[in-house]
T-cell receptor, first 113, second 117 residues
Framework: AQKITQTQPGMFVQEKEAVTLDCTYD???????LFWYKQPSSGEMIFLIY??????QNATEGRYSLNFQKARKSANLVISASQLGDSAMYFC??????????FGQGTTLQVKP | DAGVIQSPRHEVTEMGQEVTLRCKPI?????LFWYRQTVMRGLELLIY????????DSGMPEDRFSAKMPNASFSTLKIQPSEPRDSAVYFC???????????????FGEGSWLTVV
């Protein structure tokens, strides 16, 4: 069975500092994808970053980077230079080789001015 | 390009009534997902389709829920009869391919906010 675990229900970070949101996963698939989504208070789901299981380099998208450690089955999101607008719920997700996409419980991030 | 389109955005209905949520995926996307989000249970995958065929409906809560995808550009999620515990945000999402393939971004609609009173 596949599982995504986010162990941090809530996180605080000072504006302009970096923050790491944890995500671990469990799967027996060889081919899978890992995603991070942001959900602000308005409710929409915003795609942030994607990492394929065969990608050798860690994915980066602007201030977002994904610290992919395959052997440890972790896919942590790093947000550099936090901004007030980064305050939101963040979800880690995994897609299987059958296309199924499941989500972790989410981490609420609050950026302090 | 238009994103995933869901309707209605908000619905308030009385217990026992039938509710139909609609979704138009992004053109050309082969996968369509229905999720339910609540504070207590988070984001739950209800069902997903590949090329209009339901692949996994193990997340559908009970027989009151049904989903169809009659063609590549339209899907419905129906609740009959509705109950207060069905109150949630229902998201539809679509993707071009499945699995761990490069460029496999999954796009979400804005959600349908359902309240059953």
């Amino acid at each position: 069975a596949q599982k995504i675990t986010q162990t941090q229900p809530g996180m605080f970070v000072q504006e302009k500092e970096a923050v790491t949101l944890d995500c671990t996963y469990d799967t027996s698939d060889q081919s899978y994808g890992l995603f991070w989504y942001k959900q602000p208070s308005s409710g929409e789901m915003i795609f942030l970053i994607y990492q394929g299981s065969y990608d050798e380099q860690n994915a980066t998208e602007g201030r977002y980077s994904l610290n992919f450690q395959k052997a440890r089955k972790s896919a942590n999101l790093v947000i550099s230079a936090s901004q007030l607008g980064d305050s939101a719920m963040y979800f880690c997700a995994m897609s299987s080789n059958t296309g199924k996409l499941i989500f972790g419980q989410g981490t609420t991030l609050q950026v302090k001015p | 390009d238009a994103g995933v389109i869901q309707s209605p955005r908000h619905e308030v209905t009385e217990m026992g009534q039938e509710v139909t949520l609609r979704c138009k995926p992004i053109s050309g996307h082969d996968y369509l997902f229905w999720y339910r989000q609540t504070v207590m249970r988070g984001l739950e995958l209800l069902i997903y389709f590949n090329n209009n065929v339901p692949i996994d409906d193990s997340g559908m809560p009970e027989d009151r829920f049904s989903a169809k995808m009659p063609n590549a550009s339209f899907s419905t999620l129906k609740i009959q009869p509705s109950e207060p515990r069905d109150s949630a945000v229902y998201f539809c999402a679509s993707s071009l391919v499945g699995g761990g393939y490069s460029g496999n971004t999954i796009y979400f609609g804005e959600g349908s906010w359902l309240t059953v009173v």
